[in-house]
């Protein structure tokens, strides 16, 4: 009688005691658990509401940073691999001097082989039509594994990166608006649906003629 253990659990061999202290500090851990939750509740509640109340500045401050994010990035492409800032303008004009493919040029350097062959593209307006824009057009022929499609894209992207107020891979560019891009590259065929490769190239060529717009 006056000892402070009181059986708490009998097995085969054994039995198991506790005294009041060690139900107290049980009590105790179980309330300071649900302390714990209600308090780490109480305060997701008030971080939630203050971010709430200032998600307009996080918003305005995440947006700037993103604007300097990018151009600081164009900044360093303009220093380190001589990109230059092109004249974008309302005129009809695509001339493209010293023009670089920006991934295949980063890969050949990576590579350590030779490096990128810089080219020109010029697509001048004339004065052959009603508005008094010419249509410049140019047929490219080569091999395969001669540079066509890589051609096709490089000035697809300058276009690109030009209307987007970022500096170019060339050593000069003056880009006209241009609102549409196209590309028909490389053949592939679609027999599931009875189209030849051909039949393929055909068909998404119209698609582009039929798209295409003045610029």
Avoid at 10 to 17: E, G, I, L, S
């Amino acid at each position: 009688d006056g000892s402070p253990f009181t059986p708490r659990q009998t097995m085969a061999n054994a039995v198991r005691y506790a005294t009041v202290e060690l139900g107290d500090l049980e009590a105790e851990i179980a309330r300071a658990a649900d302390r714990a939750l209600a308090l780490e509740t109480e305060i997701f509640t008030e971080l939630t509401a203050r971010i709430a109340e200032t998600a307009a500045a996080i918003d305005a401050t995440a947006a700037a940073l993103a604007q300097l994010d990018v151009a600081a990035a164009s900044a360093t492409l303009a220093l380190e691999r001589g990109y230059v800032r092109p004249r974008v303008d309302e005129s009809r004009h695509f001339a493209i001097e010293g023009g670089r493919h920006p991934v295949v040029e980063r890969a050949l350097a990576r590579s350590g082989e030779a490096a990128f062959v810089a080219n020109d593209c010029h697509l001048e307006s004339g004065e052959s039509d009603a508005d008094g824009a010419g249509a410049p057009l140019w047929l490219l022929t080569g091999p395969n594994m001669a540079g066509k499609s890589t051609f096709l894209r490089q000035n697809a992207l300058i276009a690109v990166l030009a209307q987007a107020g970022l500096f170019v891979p060339a050593t000069r560019a003056h880009i006209g608006t241009v609102d549409r891009l196209f590309s028909r590259v490389r053949a592939a065929d679609d027999l599931a649906r009875g189209r030849s490769a051909v039949m393929v190239e055909l068909v998404e060529t119209a698609a582009i003629l039929h798209q295409g717009g003045p610029r």
